[in-house]
């Protein structure tokens, strides 16, 4: 009866130990992402030949990726200057995003769903932004209303943002050479 027993905890030590080193590579910053400033960039997610580590983390998420030719995510848990993304602070994003025809920027919990917050506004569109004479614009993200263009964030939850580029000038090919174009998050205050 012991060496059944032993069997059956070794057995289970083994699930548990398979099981989290799964989950700690499908939770990592990923094996073919892209770094564009503090922004994470998987340009392969829609691929048909992305990588198993890719394909397992966007099944598990039940994320649709946008194909190659469609777009990128660009996705971030830290400003510009690395700290992690709090939401007692007012961020400061802008004055310009990569190249593309469209975006939006949205808040996101840390699964990647929509944040709840009382304005019940998910996302802001590029084609609704206020902006400067010279093109270059301001987005303030904040728990708190914002004059200008405000992306309200929970002010309890953890957050990341996730920019989304539609039909970018931006590859997967190029990102190397867009790091002039990396968007700024520049956190102004907190408290």
Not at 11 to 29: M, Q
Not at 64 to 76: D, F, K, V
Not at 117 to 138: C, I, K, T, V
Request: charged letters at 25%; hydrophobic letters at 45%.
């Amino acid at each position: 009866m012991t060496t059944v027993l032993k069997a059956l905890l070794i057995a289970l030590a083994g699930l548990a130990l398979g099981l989290w080193a799964t989950r700690a590579a499908l939770s990592s910053a990923g094996i073919a992402a892209d770094r564009l400033g503090p922004w994470r960039i998987e340009a392969r997610a829609g691929a048909a030949d992305a990588d198993p580590y890719t394909r397992a983390r966007v099944e598990r998420d039940g994320e649709i990726p946008l194909g190659l030719g469609e777009g990128l995510r660009l996705t971030t848990r830290e400003d510009s200057d690395g700290h992690a993304l709090n939401p007692a602070c007012v961020y400061r994003f802008g004055p310009q995003a990569p190249p593309s025809r469209f975006w939006t920027l949205e808040a996101v919990d840390r699964e990647g769903f929509p944040l709840e917050n009382a304005a019940e506004r998910y996302a802001l569109r590029s084609s609704e932004l206020l902006r400067q004479p010279d093109g270059g614009f301001a987005v303030f993200v904040s728990a708190r209303a914002h004059a200008g263009n405000w992306l309200p964030v929970s002010g309890t939850q953890p957050f990341a943002l996730a920019l989304r580029l539609y039909d970018p000038a931006l590859s997967g090919a190029s990102v190397g050479g867009e790091r002039a174009s990396a968007p700024k998050l520049v956190r102004e205050r907190c408290g």
